[in-house]
């Protein structure tokens, strides 16, 4: 049973520009959720997915924003990089609030 | 509010011996409290989690108390093994006004066991 994956694995992006990325949740769950974690940080809740509309937004710009597909999988978009979104993007999906299960995230390096 | 402290920030014990990470939450209303193990270069992996009408839970060598009148909630783990080391992040689910429930997580611990 795969668990939770996340796509690419890591990424060097120029400030200014765009970035996507792809998370295909655990088999079964219907939620995602993603997560920024700053070096030496625990995550920060950037926004949750359900139902294919976002249902819940923590404290990020406008310049976050994201997708959910019919079949549960979701993106996460990231528009005029500056250097301080570096950072781990994670992914996390659950069966409405229950059982978050992480990917292994995203390495996001903006240059 | 929305905040969960986590103390102490790294911890450094003897394999054998046991290990405390004690977290505080500011939200009443939490109801569902996680820990979290994360390797380096990995994702938070769920090690044991605790809800609001239980006050304490066991698995093998881990176990989690819960006092929700004092609002916080630790992680034990007992006879620590060197592939212990992690860092190790508590959370509580949060429910803003209007909206619906996340998890905020606390600063993570860096536990080293030394052989």
């Known amino acids: 049973d795969a668990g939770v994956t996340q796509s690419p694995t890591h990424l060097i992006k120029t400030r200014g520009q765009q970035v996507t990325l792809r998370c295909s949740p655990k088999s079964g769950h219907d939620t995602v959720s993603w997560y920024q974690q700053a070096l030496g940080q625990g995550p920060q809740f950037i926004f949750q997915y359900y139902e294919e509309e976002e249902r819940q937004r923590g404290n990020f710009p406008d310049r976050f924003s994201g997708h959910q597909f019919p079949n549960y999988s979701s993106e996460l978009n990231v528009n005029a990089l500056l250097l301080g979104d570096s950072a781990l993007y994670l992914c996390?999906?659950?069966?409405?609030?229950?059982?978050?299960?992480f990917g292994s995230g995203t390495r996001l390096t903006v240059v | 509010g929305e905040n969960v402290e986590q103390h102490p920030s790294t911890l450094s014990v003897q394999e054998g011996d046991s290990a405390v990470i004690k977290c505080t939450y500011s939200d009443s209303a939490s109801n569902y409290f996680p820990w979290y193990k994360q390797e380096l270069g990995k994702g938070p992996q769920l090690i044991i989690d605790?809800?609001?009408?239980?006050g304490e839970k066991k698995d093998q060598r881990i176990a989690v108390t819960l006092n929700k009148t004092a609002k916080h909630f630790s992680l034990h783990i007992t006879e620590t093994q060197p592939e212990d080391s992690a860092v190790y992040f508590c959370a509580a689910s949060i429910i803003p006004q209007g909206g619906s429930e996340k998890l905020v997580f606390g600063k993570g611990m860096k536990l080293t066991v030394n052989p």
């Open positions: 996390a999906s659950s069966l409405d609030y229950y059982g978050y299960t």
């Open positions: 605790i809800r609001s009408n239980v």
